[in-house]
């Protein structure tokens, strides 16, 4: 359904009054699944709209069954077809659908979507401005579809989710199947299930069973016949194995109603003796920032080209997985992460103020994008906040402490499995990993900062001036953890640092600290604060800041338009001197 739509701004609030989804005005055409803001949308207007309307058609054969998805709308959205309410949703970042029937007609129908997006700091915005114009490092707003939509044929009883947990080291995969209609009573009909994993084409475990309960589990072996080494096909940053899934839903009489075809990685991240470990062995993370906008497009990808392309740059410069940056991309990349080993660490936009609303917002949609993203192997890293936006005063306020918690265990009671980084930069409370935001600009103050920062823990000396204990702030004026909370020996990691950015002119334009006058500068500096962060032995990896510019912040490797800046030959050299 991406293409051509029917497009009007409803500045007067008039459309549902006048019932649009009846009789659409006339009105300008929008390209989805990109914003009205973006040059790409075809209308490129920058100035913020409360309300947006959009309409198109399509044809069908047959009444049966459609599925509508949207894969992402910010903020609010109500949906008709053929003037029909289908129902309505509010968050701006995960996936939603309806099913079309009864409302759908053989030939011609029509699709109307009202989208209401306000600028307020209560709803997760992540990078989005709720000024009128740019600031610091805050960008355009985006504003109605900016993911794709499309229609898929299914019947309303069908597996409407996969729940997807390997077990490495048993060679298991636990799958967890939820039906749409998950009413299963004594006197509903019997379901059955039959499930069979591949790999490479091979048949590896096959399943098959009644469907007893609201929902059902089984569990299948992963071991490959005539393989050497153990039998299952691990997921790694050097070999990610994919097995493919296919699991298939019958009723009573054996009839097949609905197959689903998925894949899953088989790997194993954890924390062991202070250390991230990626399938038992210690993981040292070289990741970059990266926040997923185009010059084009915003928060929008042009293409999966476009996708794939950011991803083998990546590579090419030597990281092995990247911090996608308040914002959660498009499902096509976080698949291609899967089928090239990149790492990913998957963050939750930011709300900007602290207020019962700002909370309810938060949390439903960060429960259902866990859900949504949860069957991915490069998935390794859960960060639901970043540097205390939105839970302001959290280093001395018992609420925001209190909501960083409920929410780390929320997140575990649905995924046990992944490290979760609280409130990542510093001001942690609850944290599987201590992170911290650092934007020193020298080698030598970063090695005088963090070299001997541990000696309290064997020494004795609590009061000694250590980052861990909160006996000194770094980054100017941060402390590592909130005022109840404490270092537990979680595995440290540098996650943003960096920030050059080369001289340019116009006060918008900046990167952090001094900017730099050539590629000489530029290599030497970089050189030098990656040296001294890798060799100091305790710290666990890095994210440097960042992969492109973005708008006003031009401290990315590369420009706008995907161009390096520097010698990336010279990146990967730097990075790979730590593995």
Not at 93 to 116: A, H, Q
Not at 514 to 542: C, L, M, T, W
Request: glycine content about 8%; hydrophobic content about 35%.
């Amino acid at each position: 359904m991406d293409g051509k739509w029917k497009f009007s701004f409803d500045d007067q609030n008039e459309g549902l009054v006048s019932e649009w989804y009846n009789n659409f005005p006339a009105a300008q055409e929008i390209v989805v699944p990109f914003t009205y803001e973006t040059e790409l949308s075809g209308i490129n207007d920058p100035s913020h709209h409360k309300i947006v309307w959009y309409e198109r058609s399509f044809e069908v054969s047959g009444t049966d069954n459609q599925v509508l998805y949207f894969e992402g709308v910010d903020f609010e959205s109500q949906v008709w077809l053929n003037g029909h309410l289908l129902g309505s949703h509010k968050g701006g970042y995960e996936r939603f659908s309806f099913d079309l029937e009864p409302y759908l007609k053989s030939g011609e129908n029509i699709i109307t979507v009202r989208v209401e997006d306000s600028l307020s700091s209560e709803q997760p915005r992540g990078k989005q401005r709720w000024l009128k114009d740019n600031f610091a490092c805050w960008y355009v707003q985006s504003t109605g579809i900016w993911k794709s939509v499309w229609l898929e044929k299914a019947p309303v009883q069908r597996v409407d989710y996969l729940k997807l947990t390997p077990n490495l080291d048993l060679d298991l995969l636990e799958v967890e199947v939820e039906l749409k209609d998950a009413s299963v009573l004594p006197d509903t009909p019997n379901y059955f299930l039959e499930a069979e994993a591949t790999f490479e084409g091979e048949l590896v475990s096959y399943h098959k069973g009644l469907f007893g309960h609201n929902s059902a589990g089984f569990i299948l072996d992963t071991r490959v016949k005539g393989d050497a080494v153990g039998g299952t096909k691990v997921w790694g940053v050097q070999n990610p194995n994919l097995y493919d899934l296919n699991v298939r839903l019958y009723d009573e009489q054996g009839n097949l109603l609905d197959e689903v075809v998925s894949y899953f990685g088989m790997r194993k991240i954890a924390i062991e003796n202070g250390q991230v470990t990626l399938n038992n062995h210690s993981l040292y993370q070289r990741l970059i920032l990266d926040q997923g906008y185009w010059a084009e497009s915003g928060i929008t990808p042009p293409s999966v080209d476009a996708l794939e392309k950011d991803i083998d740059r990546i590579l090419e410069m030597g990281y092995n997985g990247l911090r996608k940056h308040q914002k959660l991309e498009d499902e096509r990349f976080l698949y291609l992460c899967d089928a090239k080993g990149v790492l990913v660490w998957s963050e939750m936009a930011a709300t900007y103020v602290f207020t019962d609303v700002a909370l309810a917002q938060y949390t439903n949609e960060w429960l259902q994008i866990v859900k949504q993203y949860y069957n991915h192997p490069s998935i390794i890293t859960w960060v639901p906040f970043n540097e205390s936006w939105g839970i302001k005063g959290i280093n001395s306020l018992e609420r925001p402490q209190k909501f960083t918690e409920g929410i780390y265990y929320l997140t575990k009671a649905i995924d046990p499995n992944r490290p979760i980084i609280t409130n990542d930069g510093w001001e942690h409370t609850i944290s599987d990993i201590l992170t911290l935001h650092d934007y020193e600009e020298t080698g030598e103050a970063f090695s005088k900062r963090y070299s001997d920062h541990r000696d309290y823990a064997t020494d004795g000396n609590s009061n000694k001036e250590k980052i861990v204990n909160n006996g000194k702030q770094f980054n100017r004026d941060w402390f590592a953890f909130a005022s109840n909370s404490s270092y537990k020996g979680q595995p440290i990691i540098i996650s943003e640092f960096g920030g050059i950015a080369f001289t340019a002119e116009g006060e918008k334009q900046w990167g952090y600290g001094s900017q730099v006058k050539n590629e000489a500068e530029f290599i030497s500096r970089f050189d030098k604060i990656h040296a001294a962060i890798q060799d100091i032995p305790y710290i666990s990896g890095y994210c440097y800041t960042q992969l492109t510019d973005v708008e006003q912040e031009i401290n990315g490797l590369l420009t706008p338009n995907r161009d390096a800046k520097i010698d990336l030959r010279e990146i990967k050299r730097i990075n790979e001197r730590r593995k």
